[in-house]
């Protein structure tokens, strides 16, 4: 499916990608961000722009750590159906990624304990691993009457 970012180049998302729906104001400025579309499939995309890009001309720390932290989010949502915030977030960079490349998260659970999830996702681009994240999410209490959802 053909997007076209800020600067108006068109670009390719990966098939099985769709654009994420429950973006907030950060992610909307900072993005856009995409998600696997399979049922069961927790991956996070990011097609990295210009101006996700450090002065060298590739991927900024900052950005890479919030699109890691929205990854995350997204899978402990995914497992738990709740709402949470970070505790923790550690970002081990392995390589840079140049702005054009197509950057996904690929998240796994490693553990749930009562209001605590840990969680870890490879950034990758293409089969070339460019970081790992790890994190400690807090769920949150579910207010009554009012629905979970994002």
């Known amino acids: 499916m053909p997007e076209t970012s800020d600067d108006q180049t068109p670009h390719v998302i990966p098939a099985g990608f769709e654009l994420s729906k429950s973006r907030g104001p950060f992610t909307t400025h900072n993005g856009p961000t995409y998600r696997a579309s399979a049922k069961g499939d927790m991956r996070s995309g990011l097609l990295v722009l210009d101006r996700h890009c450090n002065s ?18 997204w899978a402990v949502w995914h497992e738990t159906r709740r709402m949470s915030v970070t505790l923790k977030l550690t970002l081990s960079f392995l390589d840079i990624v140049r702005a054009g490349a ?18 870890h996702a490879d950034l990758v681009t293409g089969s070339h691993k460019a970081a790992r994240a790890e994190a ?7 207010r009554p009457g009012r629905e979970s959802g994002r």
């Not at 400690?136 to 579910?142: G, I, P, T, Y």
């Open 56 to 73: 060298m001309g590739f991927l900024h720390g900052g950005m890479a750590s919030a699109f890691a932290d929205g990854a995350l989010a």
């Open 102 to 119: 197509w950057l996904e998260a690929r998240p796994g659970i490693d553990a749930v304990h009562d209001e605590l999830v840990h969680v």
């Open 136 to 142: 400690v999410f807090r769920l949150l209490r579910r």
